[in-house]
């Protein structure tokens, strides 16, 4: 009788071999969603290869740098922390043989403050002459924003302008304090010079469509007015209304700078609105106080006030005669003295940083 000895060798089947290698991703994960306080962001999974399949994922998702406790789904809800911060999802993959390391969403979702946003959604659907700045840009911009709110300027503003932008003319018209009211009107025809603003020229100036006379923060005797000029010349005038007089300032020592005054002047004083880069600004403090300010250093008038005018108010303009300079913002509301120097270290921030 003979013996025979089989030997059997079971093999795992193709595609399920294990050699030692966790998962290994070929296509990194993608993160979708509407950028909104209370909007769920949700991540895919990314595309990854295994010699035994895929038996999990895990997630994690990331403010900026930094690691959200807790926030492991494939999901996430935004929140008020997440404002100002681009939010991003790091994935990974399980399979027999372990864990791979996490990578990272190739992109992410910034969250813009609430009011920044609606400037954004303001110029969206009007297009082309309303094209914003890069995206870049719009994260300054919107640090700007939260500056001016830490400072609180925001609050006491009606209007504010912004002109140094990389994105269009039209983006450069609308009123961040009123973004779906009225847009400045650009008149004669001044082109936008990009990160700079708008430079007068004859027959041209900017119409900002805003009555101080209509202000809710800018009262009779209670008002400020800000331009960033970013090159002044001669003694044109920086501001002013239709009429003659009516709220201007202008590069001299006379007597002509007023705000909410009708027929009459500032004492005389030893104040000039300089030719030098920066923020002017012109205050009314009571019904009898003025002060002026080449960005932080100022001076106190004399001036009775009168009833605000209902005329709009005009930028490289008074009367019949134009302001030659340039113009990088504008901005009207409440009396700001005791936020003057934060006002021009959050717009000397941006303009410096664009």
Request: net charge neutral.
């Amino acid at each position: 009788m003979g013996w025979g000895i089989g030997i059997g060798i079971g093999w795992p089947a193709a595609g399920s071999r294990s050699d030692g290698n966790v998962p290994v991703n070929t296509v990194a994960p993608t993160i979708s969603g509407t950028a909104t306080i209370g909007q769920t962001l949700t991540s895919t999974t990314g595309t990854w290869t295994s010699d035994t399949g895929i038996t999990g994922y895990l997630y994690q998702w990331y403010r900026g740098a930094t690691l959200i406790t807790g926030a492991t789904n494939s999901t996430y809800v935004l929140t008020l922390a997440d404002v100002a911060f681009d939010i991003t999802c790091r994935v990974a993959a399980t399979d027999a043989d372990g864990t791979s390391a996490y990578v990272s969403s190739s992109n992410s979702i910034f969250l813009f403050d609430a009011d920044y946003q609606a400037v954004l959604n303001r110029a969206a659907p009007l297009g082309g002459f309303y094209t914003a700045p890069t995206l870049a840009q719009q994260k300054l911009q919107n640090t700007l924003l939260m500056n001016m709110k830490t400072s609180g300027v925001w609050n006491k503003l009606d209007l504010f302008l912004n002109f140094a932008n990389n994105g269009s003319a039209g983006f450069a018209t609308i009123n961040w304090k009123n973004p779906s009211g009225n847009l400045a009107i650009i008149e004669g025809g001044m082109p936008l010079q990009t990160n700079v603003g708008f430079t007068g020229a004859a027959g041209s100036y900017i119409n900002t469509n805003f009555s101080g006379g209509n202000g809710t923060q800018y009262s009779q005797n209670d008002a400020s007015r800000y331009v960033y000029m970013y090159a002044a010349v001669s003694t044109n005038p920086i501001d002013g209304l239709s009429g003659a007089n009516g709220n201007s300032i202008r590069i001299t020592s006379s007597n002509v700078q007023s705000i909410n005054q009708g027929t009459s002047v500032i004492n005389p004083t030893n104040f000039q609105y300089n030719t030098t880069r920066g923020m002017k600004s012109i205050h009314r403090t009571s019904a009898t106080d003025v002060q002026l300010f080449n960005a932080t250093v100022g001076d106190s008038r004399t001036a009775n006030s009168a009833a605000r005018s209902t005329a709009n108010q005009l930028v490289l303009r008074a009367g019949s005669i134009g302001g030659l300079h340039t113009a990088s913002m504008y901005a009207m509301g409440a009396s700001m003295i005791s936020e003057n120097a934060a006002f021009v270290a959050d717009y000397n921030t941006y303009i410096n940083a664009i």
